[in-house]
């Protein structure tokens, strides 16, 4: 449903100033054996270009079954759709293992940044995972960013997009076309 709504909405209004928009994709979903399929043809009936959608996926769907997952995303990467990896830094796989598969950006999750203006620490640990992600290719999106000090202190850790409710919240889809434009 929400593959459909999103490239509808791409589709109807070609002007939209958005680079792309991302969805979320269920481990059931990855299990699909025609999601590839299902993808494109979904782009295909509302001429959305695929680089204007992005996929997102979690630690968790990766760790299930890697080799899976690989030729999976292999198979819609070669579309031309990008994959981002949500959620990173809650622990449920190794780096090593993520860094070999077709991700554009990592999202770092919302809870690396809880301490992030009090603890040197955990400035320590975001601005190394940035640097890490960075020297890999992946651009760092910080997610569930809420004030403009965290916004501020992550722009000098080296993030490269913030996402969060300090921007925006989410909205309806006729209150996101007027935001967009």
Same mark, same amino acid.
Not at 160 to 171: E, N, T, V
């Given at each position: 449903?929400?593959?459909?709504?999103?490239?509808?909405?791409?589709?109807?209004?070609?002007? +939209?100033?958005? !680079?792309?928009?991302?969805?979320?994709? @269920?481990?059931?979903?990855? &299990?699909?054996?025609?999601?590839?399929? %299902?993808?494109?043809?979904?782009?295909?009936?509302?001429?959305?270009?695929?680089?204007?959608?992005?996929?997102?996926?979690?630690?968790?769907?990766?760790?299930?079954?890697?080799?899976?997952?690989?030729?999976?995303?292999?198979?819609?990467?070669?579309?031309?759709?990008?994959?981002?990896?949500?959620?990173?830094?809650?622990?449920?796989?190794?780096?090593?293992?993520?860094?070999? +598969?077709?991700? !554009?950006?990592?999202?770092?999750?919302? @809870?690396?940044?809880?301490? &992030?203006?009090?603890?040197?620490?955990? %400035?320590?640990?975001?601005?190394?995972?940035?640097?890490?992600?960075?020297?890999?290719?992946?651009?760092?999106?910080?997610?569930?960013?809420?004030?403009?000090?965290?916004?501020?202190?992550?722009?000098?850790?080296?993030?490269?997009?913030?996402?969060?409710?300090?921007?925006?919240?989410?909205?309806?889809?006729?209150?996101?076309?007027?935001?967009?434009?």
């Amino acid at each position: 449903i929400v593959l459909e709504k999103v490239c509808r909405l791409l589709g109807e209004n070609p002007a +939209l100033e958005v !680079e792309s928009i991302s969805i979320n994709l @269920s481990m059931q979903q990855f &299990l699909d054996l025609h999601i590839c399929q %299902r993808i494109t043809a979904c782009l295909q009936r509302y001429q959305v270009p695929p680089d204007k959608l992005k996929i997102e996926i979690t630690e968790r769907v990766i760790a299930y079954d890697l080799p899976y997952i690989r030729s999976v995303m292999d198979r819609i990467a070669q579309v031309g759709i990008g994959f981002y990896l949500d959620d990173f830094g809650i622990g449920y796989s190794n780096f090593s293992s993520i860094m070999h +598969l077709p991700f !554009e950006c990592v999202k770092l999750d919302r @809870s690396l940044f809880d301490k &992030l203006l009090v603890s040197k620490k955990d %400035r320590t640990i975001v601005q190394t995972m940035i640097e890490l992600a960075h020297s890999v290719g992946f651009q760092v999106v910080s997610e569930g960013i809420e004030t403009q000090q965290q916004a501020d202190l992550l722009m000098v850790l080296g993030t490269d997009r913030i996402q969060g409710y300090h921007y925006a919240r989410p909205m309806a889809e006729k209150e996101f076309l007027a935001f967009h434009h």
